[in-house]
């Protein structure tokens, strides 16, 4: 154990050594289902930007909504339509003040708001036609992470460790960190595991201190006691285990030999001592900023990295909130300030190590905003727009999806899908299509049904795989 | 699950009755029949269980195990029974009485288990998991549920008292319908409330609705059927025989029964109530007394020199507040009290006058005897701020200011009172717990006429905020010249004080207990709905209408009008009732064995498990049935059985255990993993019920959630049981999850019981099993001294009840030599050696 530590700090490359010493069963005791046919993606960075990015002001176009601007919508549109603040008969459509050009080989539209980001256009897979029917926000969060928008299902993290496993011996094959700043509707039901058993749920890291809770040993614990301790309690857990034959005592011990390597893993994940100084600035790790926001979420990006590196089957990473019921200019402003740069600079890093073929990068909230300005009573003017989940943007990159195109349609004011509908099911349906899944064989039986992420729906978009 | 494109098609070629046909035969339908145990000529068993579970081991050649050692078979029972360790001189008593009976002994510990409150707490905690009892909401917000605890405390209580299973049931679906239902009643059926609720702003109402009863007829059928109904709410179910008409007739159970918090009334919070209302009452006789010696009456006033004429108002205004005008010209405010506000008061000038100054009177009293006085402010404790105060003359609808050059108050709390016509916060301040009028005067710059028909409008605003308003109030103007005192009524000064300490006591009796409890209750008259198919699960497409009813599949209801809930629980426990008994004892022989006689003993149904032991589980059912349906008394004859008392040495490790040839080894629940941590090291706080308690929690782990409070609990709160700890759906204990304790979105009716690093971490590194280190080590290393041996075994038998043998002593003593070594703090070594039993994976096994 000793030997693999000094292995560790001398720095030898963790993936070369995760491939070494590649383990069946991940952190986990349950065996694994394994793959139906061969995965494109190995792992997934999903960058969920909670609270529903305005797609119109960052990815969508619509020069029709701009001159259209303080104009009713026709009623016909409006009929059947539910929203969570807007006052229907006296809303008016709000144009975008930003400016949109075409960027990559592929010509794909972005705003001003990312810069950064537009450097990556031909990586990325722009889907405008995203669409559901659930337009608060944890249900619609629900249904993004779980399929479902009730709570109690698995996040899409848990199916896919449920089903592949994770490489990593010294840490979790699912890890969720967040920037937060109103907090998480679904709280900790946002990396749950739902009625998957425990061990494929998303473990919460920080980015910095202690990294998992109880990770760091008890303060009058020196590391020589802890490893004395682990060695006492195996010995004597082997002892017993002579006399009782009981297989979950073998378990035990081997699991108190991964908690003693991750505690040694897991505060090198968030050791950056390593990385260049040109890197970090890359990623906008020393960027000042007031809340702190900009900081976290660049770190949050690096670890991101670190983490699949590291063999991490799924890492979620939360930026909270994009929920620009008022005050869209500046407020929207200030997310792609947060993460514009991190996130170009994590799709070059992994790009640059030869990660991104294999590793899946997902960019998109629960749903989109109106075109509508919102004109919620008690609102003195109109500067934002209410949840809409008629049609919204999402973009993948790397891990088997084409990159450099842009799919489905929007009508011309931004309000519903006019080409290549996909809704949050077929988006599951391809992301474990791309993880080497059949969406529909995927199953785990609870309460005597077989369950599956994507329910009774869903279906691959063929179009975004390489 | 093959979905809708593999179902359709057969559903579609079979009628319903082609169905059921189909599915008729399946075990779990059949009725329950007695049947008679196997007989031995050759061996004497304690219990026909024995000889169902013997009889399949002899058929594949197989015999039991041997019992268990006695202090293995004390620590069992205990995790079973009360889910704690026993301590090391209960353990000793029962070895002591094993020599001399071991039979006698080990029935005896089974009654003082029984018996035991905490028995109540471990199989509450069973059955909540069932009950999918939180104390939030769920969702965004995750509001608290400040009373979900009367339910739980419900539950307990009723399994301590044995309360026959059909009651316990009957109360928990229909509680609220039974005749002159009981306030247990009410709180029992407060089941059904524990389900989550989505309020959050915007949401869609009638769909969370809908999903409520969705998941009470799941709840239902995991709970008493066994079955999977839920399965049928988008299409017909696609392996039993339940349709979707059929899903929605039992939909209609439930479809008008609404959330109801009822008040209830505990004995022991109403004694506690009136203890506090006799020292209360004490204390104000008390003080009464005094002010009698002193003078019984209400002193008589002083007037003012000065003639003041009060207006007359027609009109007042402020928004958030009533204001009413009253007799005596005077304002009187009432209502919501607005943290900050402004009156504005108008009065016609009748006679054309001049006036030189303004008087604002803010009235209060002192009351008389027990009748409470008022004090001047709207305040907490009756305080109020004038922070501005102008006066204008409005004529032919021309409003003008009248200048104000000075003011003077009677009582000021230190501030200057100019202040409150110069616009500040702050102003004519009169500190609280004033009973006495206080006046402030105006002085005009100038003497100001007033043609008639013109009008006076004073605006006066408290700006300060903490609704720190008047309350009532005069004005009046005065045309004489100056000084102007702003005298007052004034009272007796030793008179007030004696006063004023009674008006404090009557303002803030000790509050009445206000206990609610989560209750259900039917909908009555024209706001009933009628139920309908709702086409593949959305509400909004309305099919079929339906009315209440049962699966055909299973025995008929009794014939009603109108079926409601209370039929509904009633027919769960008719007497041919094929699946309640046989699913409520294969729940319990599960808690007592690891495993169920049917191992999926949530899925009776064609999918589910076969029974390993058929008539084992058919005779134990009608027993239960036959015994009145005594939780208590099943559970006895469960563990006295042969069966219960083997080994659970895996002499055979090749052999699987269905057939039960030892008893199984699992790991404890969640929440004991944590109870027995404090109670081995003597931290365990038994207190049992009341409000959810909060031990400590990392800031970064209670912060995921939207507006999270996490009010850490402080002294023996923090050493309650694994049950009590507050569940906040948002925020689950974490160490709870990593044990595989349910997240309580739907009924579970079986936990994991996972293995993991993070359950390795937790057991190493969390502050509050390492606290129980720290205490049991610092209590050994205190007993034992230098004694290092005495101190293991004392350790092995606080923590496995039982002896180590000379390979586990040798081996814990030399990792203790090694960290005395490290630590040079012979205390900080034992709290190390303690650290490592606590760790042992038997140490969290019950074996």
Redesign the interface.
């Known amino acids: 154990m000793a030997s693999r530590r000094r292995f560790l700090s001398n720095g030898i490359g963790s993936l070369a050594l995760a491939s070494m010493l590649r383990d069946d069963g991940l952190?986990?005791?349950?065996p694994t289902r394994g793959p139906h046919f061969a995965p494109k993606a190995k792992r997934c960075i999903y960058l969920f930007m909670e609270g529903g990015p305005s797609q119109m002001d960052l990815f969508d176009p619509k020069p029709k909504l701009n001159e259209l601007d303080g104009q009713p919508m026709p009623d016909s549109l409006l009929e059947g339509v539910?929203?969570?603040?807007t006052q229907k008969d006296s809303a008016r459509l709000l144009g975008s003040p930003r400016t949109f050009q075409k960027y990559g080989e592929c010509g794909m539209d972005m705003s001003d708001l990312l810069p950064h980001l537009s450097k990556h256009a031909d990586d990325i897979a722009l889907i405008r036609s995203m669409h559901c029917e659930q337009?608060?926000?944890?249900?619609g969060q629900l249904l993004m992470l779980t399929g479902t928008p009730?709570?109690?299902w698995p996040t899409l993290g848990s199916w896919i460790n449920y089903g592949l496993g994770s490489p990593s011996r010294d840490l979790?094959g699912y890890v969720a960190m967040?920037t937060?700043g109103?907090?998480?509707?679904?709280?900790?039901?946002?990396w749950?595991s739902?009625?998957l058993?425990?061990?494929y749920?998303g473990?919460?890291f920080?980015n910095e201190g202690s990294p998992?809770?109880?990770?760091?040993?008890?303060s009058?614990?020196?590391p020589?006691?802890?490893q004395?301790?682990?060695?006492?309690?195996n010995?004597?857990?082997r002892?017993?285990f002579s006399?009782?034959?009981?297989?979950?005592?073998a378990?035990?011990?081997k699991?108190?030999e991964?908690?003693y390597r991750?505690?040694s893993a897991a505060p090198e994940l968030i050791d950056l001592s390593d990385e260049p100084e040109s890197l970090k600035e890359a990623y906008g790790l020393n960027r000042e900023d007031k809340t702190g926001f900009q900081s976290s979420f660049a770190r949050n990006c690096l670890l991101a990295r670190r983490l699949v590196e590291r063999g991490t089957r799924f890492v979620t990473l939360f930026l909270s909130t994009w929920d620009q019921h008022s005050k869209l200019d500046s407020e929207l402003a200030t997310n792609t300030q947060i993460s514009d740069q991190p996130v170009a600079a994590l799709l070059q890093d992994l790009k640059e190590r030869g990660l991104l073929d294999e590793t899946l990068v997902v960019w998109g909230g629960e749903f989109g905003r109106t075109p509508l300005g919102e004109n919620r009573s008690g609102f003195k003017t109109v500067t934002g727009r209410d949840?809409h989940p008629y049609s919204f943007s999402v973009w993948m990159a790397g891990g088997g999806v084409k990159g450099g195109q842009t799919i489905g349609q929007t009508d011309e004011i931004g309000w519903g899908v006019e080409k290549d509908p996909v809704h949050i099911h077929d988006l599951h349906a391809t992301i474990l299509h791309l993880f080497g899944f059949d969406h529909?064989e995927l199953?785990y039986r609870f309460?005597?049904?077989?369950?599956?992420l994507t329910?009774?729906h869903g279906k691959v978009v063929k179009k975004l795989l390489a | 699950?093959?979905?809708?494109s593999t179902w359709l098609l057969p559903s579609l070629l079979l009628t319903g009755s082609q169905l059921i046909a189909k599915d008729a035969d399946h075990w779990a339908f059949q009725s329950i029949e007695s049947p008679a145990a196997p007989y031995f000529s050759d061996r004497a068993l304690p219990s026909p269980i024995d000889a169902f579970v013997l009889d399949r081991l002899q058929s594949e050649r197989l015999d039991f195990s041997p019992e268990a050692p006695p202090e293995i078979l004390y620590r069992r029972l205990n995790l079973d029974l009360v889910g704690l360790l026993p301590s090391p001189e209960t353990l000793a008593g029962f070895l002591e009485a094993w020599q001399r009976d071991p039979d006698k002994a080990y029935a005896a510990a089974v009654d003082e288990l029984l018996a035991s409150p905490h028995f109540g707490e471990n199989w509450a905690r069973h059955w909540l998991d069932l009950a999918r009892y939180g104390d939030s909401d769920?969702?965004?917000?995750?509001t608290l549920r400040p009373w979900a605890w009367v339910y739980r405390d419900w539950v307990i209580e009723a399994i301590n008292r044995d309360q026959p299973f059909d009651q316990f049931s009957i109360e928990q679906l229909a509680g609220d319908l039974l005749p002159d239902a009981t306030q247990d009643q009410k709180i029992a059926v407060g089941f059904h409330r524990n389900n989550?609720k989505?309020t959050?702003?915007?949401?869609?109402r009638e769909l969370d609705r809908t999903?409520r009863i969705v998941d009470r007829i799941?709840t239902t059928g995991?709970t008493w059927l066994g079955?999977?109904v839920a399965?049928a709410e988008?299409h017909d179910h696609k392996h039993?025989p339940i349709s979707q008409k059929e899903f929605y007739q039992l939909y209609s159970f439930f479809n008008n029964t609404t959330d109801s918090d009822v008040s209830v009334r505990f004995e022991e919070e109403w004694a506690a109530y009136e203890k506090r209302r006799s020292v209360w009452e004490a204390e104000l006789t008390k003080l009464e007394t005094a002010l009698t010696a002193y003078d019984p009456d209400p002193p008589a006033s002083e007037k003012s020199s000065t003639t003041w004429t009060g207006i007359i108002p027609d009109k007042v205004e402020a928004a958030g507040t009533d204001l009413a005008i009253q007799e005596d010209g005077s304002i009187l405010a009432s209502g919501k009290t607005p943290s900050t506000i402004s009156y504005f008061v108008e009065a016609p000038v009748k006679e054309a006058k001049t006036i030189t100054a303004i008087r604002v009177e803010a009235l209060g009293s002192f009351g008389e005897g027990r009748e409470q006085g008022s004090p001047v402010g709207r305040g907490k404790d009756g305080e109020f701020v004038l922070s501005m105060f102008f006066p204008d003359l409005i004529v032919e609808g021309k409003a003008r200011r009248i200048p104000v050059t000075s003011a003077s108050a009677t009582h000021h709390d230190g501030q200057d009172v100019s202040e409150a016509f110069t616009s500040s916060l702050e102003g004519w301040r009169v500190a609280s717990n004033t009973y006495q009028t206080q006046t402030i005067v105006f002085e005009l710059s100038k003497p100001t006429e007033l043609p008639a028909g013109s009008r006076l409008k004073f605006s006066l605003g408290q700006k300060f905020g903490t609704g720190n308003s008047l309350q009532h109030f005069r004005i009046s103007t005065s045309s004489e010249s100056a000084p102007f005192e702003p005298t007052t009524e004034t009272v007796d000064p030793r008179w007030a004080a004696l006063r004023l300490p009674i008006e404090k006591k009557l303002a803030n009796p000790p509050a009445k207990p206000d206990s609610k409890a989560q209750s259900l209750v039917e909908v009555v008259g024209s706001e009933r709905r009628n139920a309908f198919i709702h086409e593949r699960g959305d509400y909004t497409r309305q099919g079929e209408q339906v009315s209440s009813g049962t699966p055909a599949i299973l025995p008929p209801m009794q014939p009603a009008e109108s079926p409601d809930r209370l039929a509904l629980a009633r027919w769960l426990f008719s007497p041919d009732h094929p699946l309640t008994a046989r699913v409520t004892v294969n729940r319990i022989w599960q808690h007592l064995f690891g495993d169920g006689i049917v191992r999926?003993s949530?899925?009776f149904?064609t999918?589910?498990d076969l029974p390993t032991h058929p008539e084992l589980l058919d005779w134990i059912a009608s027993e239960f049935q036959r015994n009145g349906w005594s939780r208590k008394d099943l559970i006895r004859s469960i563990v006295l059985s042969s069966t219960y008392r083997q080994a659970?040495?895996?002499?055979n490790?090749d052999l699987p255990n269905s057939l039960l040839w030892r008893q199984n080894?699992?790991?404890v629940p969640a929440e004991t993993v944590r109870d027995i941590h404090l109670v081995a090291s003597g931290l365990f706080e038994p207190k049992i019920g009341g409000p959810g308690v909060h031990p400590p929690l990392?800031d970064?782990?209670a912060?995921?959630?939207?507006?999270?409070k996490w009010p850490e609990s402080k002294g023996p709160d923090r050493y309650r049981r694994g049950m009590y700890i507050f569940l906040k759906?948002?925020?689950?204990y974490?160490m709870l999850?990593?044990f595989?304790a349910p997240?309580t979105?739907?009924?579970c009716?079986r936990r994991?019981k996972?293995?993991?690093?993070?359950?390795?971490?937790?057991l190493?590194?969390?502050?509050v099993f390492?606290e129980c280190a720290e205490t049991l080590g610092r209590a050994m290393n205190e007993k034992h001294g230098a004694n290092i041996e005495s101190a293991i075994d004392d350790l092995f038998l606080r923590c496995l009840n039982r002896p180590p043998d000379a390979?586990?002593h040798d081996?814990?003593l030399?990792?203790h030599n090694?960290?005395a070594g490290?630590?040079k703090d012979p205390e900080?070594a034992m709290?190390?050696t303690t650290?490592?039993v606590m760790?042992?994976?038997?140490f969290v096994?019950r074996?």
């Open positions: 952190l986990a005791s349950e539910k929203f969570a603040f337009f608060n926000h944890l249900p009730f709570r109690g979790p967040t937060l109103r907090g998480l509707p679904g709280g900790a039901a946002s749950s739902g009625f058993p425990s061990n749920a473990s919460l920080r998992v809770l109880n990770l760091a040993n008890p009058s614990i020196s020589e006691m802890q004395r301790t682990i060695e006492a309690v010995e004597l857990n002892q017993r006399e009782v034959k009981h297989p979950e005592i378990s035990r011990i699991n108190y991964l908690a991750m505690q949840h529909e199953t309460q005597g049904r077989d369950f599956r329910d009774v | 699950m093959k979905l809708l769920g969702y965004l917000g995750d989550l989505n959050e702003a915007g949401a869609d999903r799941a995991t079955l999977s399965c988008c039993d999926t949530d899925d149904g999918h589910g659970s040495t895996n002499t490790p080894s699992f790991r990392p970064f782990v912060a995921v959630g939207r507006s999270v759906r948002t925020v689950l974490p999850t990593a595989d997240d979105s739907a009924a009716s994991d996972t293995n993991t690093p993070m359950q390795a971490l937790t190493l590194n969390d502050p390492y390979g586990e081996t814990l030399s990792a090694d960290f490290f630590s900080l709290i190390a650290r490592v760790n042992l994976d038997e096994t074996d």
